[in-house]
């Protein structure tokens, strides 16, 4: 399931919506994901924003210093939860087309309470498929 992928001490790096853009940059030089979710006042996924947005917005507009968080973020995404067995997040990748995932809590409000990777997800589905591969040697 993907709560494997969560940990207790976990630090969720997350974005507001009027998060500037300079804010925005920092937050990715400082962890290393590749996408970070948009939150509300009460953790609340509201979307996420991807490296691909910001390097699109860097190179196309001259309105740098107004971009804020909400103006780069993508809100079409579908979360991931803790409770999603390993092929249903395979599936919510591929759908999504991001290299990493929020995971929600599935409560109404859907907080933010992780991120996975989709290589980590990868990996350990194609551990279970084929077994650990480690272990037959």
């Known amino acids: 399931k993907v709560s494997q ?5 976990q630090v969720i790096p997350s974005l507001r919506p009027n998060d500037r853009l300079a804010a925005v940059l920092t ?10 979710p948009v939150v509300g006042e009460a953790n609340q996924l ?12 860097l190179k196309t507009t001259d309105a740098r210093s107004l971009l804020v968080a909400a103006d780069l973020m993508r809100s079409d995404i579908q979360p991931l939860y803790p409770d ?24 109404p409000q859907n907080r933010v309470i992780g991120l996975v990777r ?16 480690d272990s037959s040697s």
């Open 5 to 9: 992928f969560l940990g207790a001490s």
């Open 27 to 36: 937050c990715f030089d400082t962890f290393p994901y590749s996408v970070l």
């Open 46 to 57: 509201l979307g996420v924003v991807g490296l691909d947005e910001l390097n699109h917005a």
């Open 84 to 107: 999603d067995r390993l092929d249903v997040g395979m599936q919510a990748f591929a759908q999504n087309d991001l290299l990493v995932l929020p995971v929600v809590d599935g409560s």
């Open 118 to 133: 989709r290589s980590d997800l990868a990996l350990a589905y194609l551990q279970k498929l084929h077994g650990d591969p």
